[in-house]
């Protein structure tokens, strides 16, 4: 059984960079692709970013673009969201999520991921 476990959150003032980690256990996340999400009170939870499970193929939706940058490290079962150039915007709990063999196809929609983190919390603020 895949589980994931999200660290990295915290505070972070606009204009600083926060390194959000989804570390998996179970099983390999090799074969899975992974997403963050996140999710504001009283919004719906919005997928930002993904990795695909062949090739590490990425996707941003345009409010990250070109500020946050996702990897991933199948030896330690880690993927990454490097997140730059925060705005206050950003302020949410992130989660991460897994689709196994995930080619991120419709990876804004929750649905598709089947394997979920507790969440990280991350503020920013001055």
């Known amino acids: 059984q895949l589980k994931l476990v999200e660290s990295g959150g915290g505070l972070a003032q606009p204009g600083g960079s926060l390194t959000l980690s989804c570390v998996a256990s179970?099983?390999?996340?090799?074969?899975?692709?992974v997403a963050w999400f996140r999710q504001v009170p009283g919004k719906e939870r919005e997928g930002i970013s993904c990795i695909s499970e062949k090739n590490g193929n990425t996707y941003y939706v345009d409010s990250v673009k070109g500020r946050f940058t996702l990897s991933r490290d199948n030896a330690v079962n880690t993927v990454t969201l490097q997140m730059n150039s925060l705005n206050p915007e950003d302020t949410a709990v992130y989660y991460c999520?897994?689709?196994?063999?995930?080619?991120?196809?419709?990876?804004?929609?929750?649905?598709?991921?089947?394997?979920w983190g507790q969440g990280t919390q991350v503020a920013v603020s001055s």
């Open positions: 179970g099983t390999s996340l090799a074969h899975y692709g």
């Open positions: 999520a897994a689709d196994l063999f995930g080619t991120c196809s419709g990876y804004e929609n929750p649905i598709v991921f089947a394997h």
